[in-house]
């Protein structure tokens, strides 16, 4: 049987991979926030549930907010919550908890099946300030990414290992026998019309990113595989919308291409942390123990991961 770790953008992405997609991935990555969990009542002995006594609720955010998710595009149930209607996805499933989840798309409240929809109001209701929070903080956060979207023309600029890359296009930038994108310094030259529709130019300064990202990526693995004593087997490149990368027990290594858009040190660390996986797939102290027998400082690159977004793509 093949032992798989996978990181997602979640811890983001969670590291929803390196324990957790992307600020993190476009990303492409709206991060899933997780309350504590609640503890549905012990069923009594003539099967009815008694009602907990609800914890007292604070008062909702002040303030403007922009682009609430208050409506889930699976929605099959709605809750009144601080004042506001919360449309939501309810999963039933062999759990013991009752537990929430936010994204940009909205709430999500999974439930053991045996418990009854009232106890999950009450559920809802004793977390209702949370949620309402949460709810502002990541519609907000998903309408500060849109804003912050990319405008593929001439001149958009572009995060690579701790610099800026600016796109020029114009077909004199590369000539007869050469690619058809071209780096010089801080410039990628992209030989179409500088007419050309965004999508075309999007797509050719993609496809240079993945070639470019699949051979720092390959130097990397390289450099830190003798250090932690393992031997990768495979590379391919990820564009998943949550998850950063993830190690399997059998050598091979997937990675996010928009990593690139990190500092280097950034891009270190997930490629340590992935290789580490190879020794101990899990995250138990012997598995921190390694990641930091190579880089020291993880905890300051694992925060910056996770605190940072890129642009949608």
């Known amino acids: 049987m093949v032992l798989q770790r996978v990181w997602s953008m979640g811890e983001q992405l969670s590291l929803a991979g390196m324990d957790e997609p992307a600020k993190a991935l476009p990303q492409a990555?709206?991060?899933?926030?997780a309350a504590p969990l609640y503890r549905p009542p012990a069923v009594a002995p003539n099967g009815s549930l008694p009602v907990p006594k609800p914890e007292p609720v604070?008062?909702?955010?002040?303030?403007?907010?922009?682009?609430?998710?208050w409506r889930h595009p699976q929605a099959n149930r709605q809750a009144v919550l601080q004042g506001q209607t919360v449309h939501y996805l309810l999963r039933r499933g062999q759990r013991r908890t009752i537990g929430f989840g936010i994204t940009a798309q909205g709430l999500t409240v999974s439930a053991p099946r045996w418990v009854t929809l009232g106890a999950v109001d009450e559920a809802l209701q004793s977390k209702s300030a949370w949620v309402v929070r949460?709810?502002?903080?990541?519609?907000?956060?998903?309408?500060?990414?849109q804003d912050a979207r990319l405008v593929w023309a001439d001149g958009v600029?572009?995060?690579?290992?701790?610099?800026?890359?600016?796109?020029?296009?114009?077909?004199?930038?590369?000539r007869?026998?050469?690619?058809?994108?071209?780096?010089?310094g801080d410039e990628l030259w992209v030989a179409l019309p500088v007419t050309a529709e965004g999508n075309r130019l999007r797509d050719a300064v993609q496809a240079?990113?993945?070639?470019?990202?699949?051979?720092?990526?390959?130097?990397?693995l390289d450099h830190f595989a003798p250090m932690l004593g393992v031997r990768?087997?495979?590379?391919?490149?990820?564009?998943?919308?949550?998850?950063?990368?993830?190690?399997?027990a059998d050598g091979s290594?997937?990675?996010?291409?928009?990593?690139?858009?990190f500092t280097g040190d950034v891009v270190d660390y997930v490629v340590v942390h992935e290789l580490s996986h190879l020794r101990h797939m899990d995250h138990s102290d012997r598995f921190w123990q390694t990641v930091a027998s190579v880089v020291p400082d993880f905890a300051r690159l694992r925060a910056q991961l996770k605190g940072e977004r890129l642009p949608p793509w």
């Open 29 to 33: 990555a709206d991060p899933q926030l």
């Open 176 to 184: 007869r026998g050469q690619p058809l994108v071209a780096r010089s």
């Open 58 to 69: 604070p008062a909702a955010p002040s303030g403007k907010v922009v682009g609430l998710p």
């Open 157 to 174: 600029q572009l995060a690579w290992l701790g610099g800026m890359l600016t796109v020029r296009v114009g077909a004199p930038a590369v």
């Open 253 to 261: 290594i997937r990675l996010h291409w928009r990593l690139m858009q």
């Open 208 to 220: 240079w990113m993945m070639r470019a990202a699949h051979e720092h990526f390959v130097a990397r």
């Open 232 to 248: 990768w087997t495979s590379l391919r490149l990820s564009g998943a919308a949550t998850r950063w990368g993830s190690a399997k």
């Open 134 to 145: 949460k709810l502002a903080q990541v519609g907000n956060q998903h309408a500060a990414l």
